[in-house]
């Protein structure tokens, strides 16, 4: 009887203050001892105790206060659900009911679920990044072309003249000499033809020998044919590297008269090329046709009208010369280690 | 590198691949599908002819006992362990394909799936391989008493005894758990189902009518008591009376139906007091104080702790929401897989 003394005390107080002081007041009310309530329940005493002291920490996890207080409610017959509610809102803090495990466990998922937008980041950045540095690569060719294009826009009158100035086409060179031959008189041609037929066609001299004809006339009539014909040889033979000789001067000249009509072409998509040192190159145009896919030997000039985008690779860098609409192309900062070079020329 | 894309995409799962209900519960939602587990597979053209799943879930559960010729409603499940490969594969495709309904993606999700403790090797590698055949990237398995007390909110990881008793549709699982371990662990194939088929004998044995699963589950739900209470509870149902033919209206009482369940009752309730015998006793001491936990859908049966209590001598306590309680476990150890490993799961 002594448990029916402490709880009238209790009693006397709210009912409403706990749970636990709820049950115990129907308990009292029921006339039921603690012990015998124990009995019922299979739980100590002391469990019990506890939970009408409301102190439920003393109890291991929620799970099992939750079903203690419900057996008791059914015993003493209140309302389980009432007991249960009350008892999740003045005792239980938070949403997850749970103990140690629960805690531990809301916490690992609250980080886990930002490991996983980690992830997502992570991935963000590295497409990012891959996407900056292909726009990179992509931009670097047509930055050293608006170059081009400015400095050809900066000044156009030098590109248009620069045309012709450099390195006059060889079989231009040779068919001027030739022309020019034709247009000299007669009377000067054994004069001039007399040099190249002494020094470079001996064997030529030698036949007029063996022909037997030792008269002058006979031999200044033959004279201008062969004049025509020796200096015709000489601008072909010539024609590897012109530029020395009378051959230049004609060929100055004469230029200035083809010129005119292919120069707005040489303005538009011409590239020149000297080759200093043997070097494979592979020039390919827009269509991806191999404009140039050959072994060049050192000296070997080519000059090419293709349509932009132009694309080159030299096997040696420093053998190669580069003219692009009349601009020549610094091409010392593309070779790369190996001694290569790629350049797309638009 | 394009399925762990994939993974970033689908929701880890864990699921309670149970006989009669399959639940899943998907990490940061919740218990996301809860349906029956049942398959109804559609043979055109006559044995032999091609075969295509009709129905899956609860519209399959529907068809139970009532479908046409080319039309059969099957549970793959038995006894907490795959009875048809084929159709569980297809009847978990279905269902995670379900919960990721709203992905433009193929669902490449982690999986954990329990498995009955008592489940062999060979069943359980079944389990695991047709999850994988379903979409599963990674499949994790987990005993199903583990999941249900830690989805009890038992502390599993104190050094204390706790011990769990989960009665689902095919089996009933009880287990001793300390330290995050089993202890001890022992699995009856008692469970909901024998419940229904005890019903159906006993009406079949008493009133020469025979009923169907549906109606038995029905019985079972609505007045089966695992005690005799104070109010008599009682249900009008229809079967065929076996010896004229033609269907029948009968009336059932909870204390015919309490006579009915003895003997799957008890089954359950001497592995229990098996489980204690065989428990260390030290952590016997501990369950005596605290109590045992019940889960599982066959929690839910009327006074069955009021049964186990008086049997035992211990408290039981049923668990708050005992039907999900496995999948809600396997859920939140899923959670804990990425920070703490594998402590929780069951090897193959």
């Not at chain 1, 990012?128 to 050293?144: A, D, N, V």
């Not at chain 2, 590198?1 to 993974?7: D, K, N, P, Q």
């Not at chain 2, 699982?173 to 419940?195: C, K, T, W």
């Not at chain 2, 309680?325 to 897989?337: K, P, Y």
Request: hydrophobic content about 40%; aromatic content about 4%; proline content about 7%.
């Amino acid at each position: 009887m002594s448990e029916t003394e402490t709880p009238r005390e209790d009693s006397g107080r709210a009912p409403t203050s706990g749970p636990g002081e709820r049950l115990q007041a129907a308990r009292i009310a029921r006339g039921l001892p603690l012990e015998e309530l124990a009995h019922q329940m299979h739980l100590s005493v002391g469990i019990l105790r506890s939970l009408e002291d409301n102190r439920f920490e003393d109890i291991t996890a929620p799970i099992f206060v939750k079903g203690y207080l419900r057996s008791y409610a059914r015993i003493v017959e209140l309302d389980e659900q009432d007991i249960l509610d009350q008892y999740v809102r003045e005792y239980m803090d938070g949403d997850p009911p749970i103990g140690s495990t629960g805690n531990a466990v809301a916490q690992r998922s609250r980080s886990r679920g930002r490991g996983r937008w980690k992830g997502l980041v992570i991935l963000l950045l590295v497409t990012l990044l891959l996407g900056g540095w292909w726009f990179m690569r992509s931009q670097q060719p047509s930055e050293t072309l608006s170059l081009d294009a400015a400095s050809e826009a900066a000044n156009p009158e030098p590109a248009a003249e620069a045309a012709p100035v450099p390195q006059p086409d060889d079989a231009l060179a040779g068919e001027a000499a030739r022309r020019l031959e034709a247009l000299t008189p007669l009377s000067e041609a054994p004069a001039t033809a007399a040099l190249p037929e002494a020094s470079t066609v001996p064997d030529r001299e030698s036949a007029a020998d063996t022909s037997g004809a030792m008269s002058a006339p006979s031999r200044t009539e033959q004279a201008p044919e062969q004049s025509l014909s020796a200096p015709d040889m000489a601008a072909t033979d010539d024609a590897e590297n012109a530029g020395s000789g009378a051959a230049v001067q004609p060929a100055a000249q004469a230029t200035a008269e083809p010129v005119p009509e292919p120069a707005p072409a040489d303005a538009g998509n011409s590239l020149q090329l000297r080759v200093t040192a043997d070097t494979w190159a592979d020039i390919r145009d827009a269509r991806g046709n191999k404009r140039v896919y050959d072994l060049l030997r050192a000296g070997r000039q080519l000059k090419l009208d293709a349509e932009p985008p132009l694309r080159l690779f030299f096997g040696n860098g420093h053998g190669v010369e580069l003219i692009w609409r009349g601009q020549p192309i610094d091409l010392e900062n593309r070779i790369r280690a190996d001694n290569t070079v790629r350049i797309t020329l638009e | 590198m394009f399925s762990a894309i994939r993974g970033l995409l689908s929701n880890d799962l864990s699921i309670d691949l149970g006989t009669a209900n399959t639940l899943i519960y998907s990490r940061g939602q919740g218990i996301v599908l809860n349906e029956p587990s049942v398959v109804a597979i559609r043979q055109d053209r006559g044995p032999g002819g091609p075969k295509s799943v009709e129905a899956v879930g609860a519209d399959a559960k529907k068809m139970l006992g009532r479908t046409p010729e080319n039309i059969t409603a099957i549970r793959p499940m038995k006894d907490g362990v795959i009875a048809d490969f084929t159709y569980t594969e297809k009847m978990l495709q279905h269902f995670i394909r379900k919960v990721h309904e709203n992905q433009l993606f193929r669902p490449s999700p982690r999986v954990l799936i329990c498995v009955p403790c008592g489940a062999t090797q060979v069943e359980r590698r079944a389990i695991r391989e047709s999850a994988v055949g379903a979409g599963a990237r990674k499949v994790y398995l987990i005993e199903e008493p583990m999941a249900a007390a830690i989805g009890a909110g038992m502390p599993v990881d104190e050094p204390q005894g706790s011990m769990v008793l989960d009665i689902g549709g095919g089996t009933s699982e009880v287990a001793v758990m300390s330290l995050n371990g089993i202890v001890y662990s022992a699995s009856v194939r008692i469970g909901g189902d024998r419940f229904d088929e005890a019903i159906t004998n006993y009406v079949r044995r008493n009133y020469g009518i025979l009923i169907g699963e549906a109606t038995a589950e029905r019985i079972k739900v609505e007045i089966a008591a695992a005690y005799p209470g104070e109010d008599l509870l009682e249900l009008e149902v229809k079967g065929r009376n076996l010896s004229e033919g033609v269907p029948r209206s009968f009336t059932l009482n909870s204390n015919e139906i309490l006579e009915a369940l003895q003997d799957p009752l008890y089954g359950i309730v001497s592995a229990v007091k098996n489980a204690l015998e065989q428990t260390p006793p030290e952590l016997g001491a501990d369950i005596a104080e605290r109590g045992i936990v019940l889960t599982g859908g066959g929690a839910l049966l009327r006074d069955l702790d009021r049964l186990i209590m008086e049997e035992t001598g211990l408290p039981v306590i049923i668990a708050e929401d005992p039907l999900t309680c496995v999948a809600r476990g396997g859920g939140r150890v899923l959670e804990m897989i990425d920070e703490h490993g594998s402590d929780f799961l069951a090897v193959e």
